[in-house]
């Protein structure tokens, strides 16, 4: 079965702009859950959707959105990048709601903002 | 706000030592999990713990959540280079929204 895969695994960008970044699940998991890492604020919870329906949130500006379409496939959008938003984004999928009891991750996209 | 405290942040040690690092919260939670982390990559979960006093091995690595299950740690034995990595804790919120708090992790180095 193949894992969690993210793309594009590197992405440079400026100030301003904004970003797509895309996660394909693990055939059969309907919940991705989207995380921010980075070495000062470890792992921060963005949100989590299940079935297309965005069922968890975290602390995160409207700046940071995302969606989730039939297949599972999930996008999550960063407008207006700040350069605090230079980190490592990570894609995790399950089988379960509310985040199921494991999670698989993907490699992450590193982001970076100049 | 929930938070989980790992320590040490870093550890450094020679090819066979032991070490314990640990994950303390003042809250409880309903489970905890274990991932490792190795550079350019996900975390990957180790083992999950549910049951307050819980002792789970995996090889050398020993396992244990508090009995009031507000903290848990890992012991690994006679650790070697492939143990290095990110080491992170993450407990799952008792309440409705049963969210994942995750640590900043432990950055272990075994050298050879």
Partial sequence: KAGVTQTPRYLIKTRGQQVTLSCSPISGHRSVSWYQQTPGQGLQFLFEYFSETQRNKGNFPGRFSGRQFSNSRSEMNVSTLELGDSALYLCASSSGTLGGNEQFFGPGTRLTVL | ?112
Wanted: proline share 4%; hydrophobic share 35%; glycine share 10%.
């Fill in chain 2, 1 to 112: 706000t929930q938070l989980l405290e790992q320590s040490p942040q870093f550890l450094s040690i020679q090819e066979g030592e032991n070490l314990t690092v640990y994950c303390n919260s003042s809250s409880v939670f309903s489970s905890l999990q274990w991932y490792r982390q190795e550079p350019g990559e996900g975390p990957v979960l180790l083992v999950t713990v549910v049951t307050g006093g819980e002792v789970k091995k995996l090889k050398r690595l020993t396992f244990q959540f508090g009995d009031a299950r507000k903290d848990s740690s890992l012991h690994i034995t006679a650790a070697q280079p492939g143990d290095t990595g990110l080491y992170l804790c993450a407990g799952r919120n008792a309440g409705n929204n049963r969210k994942l708090i995750w640590g900043l992790g432990t950055s272990l180095a075994v050298n050879p």
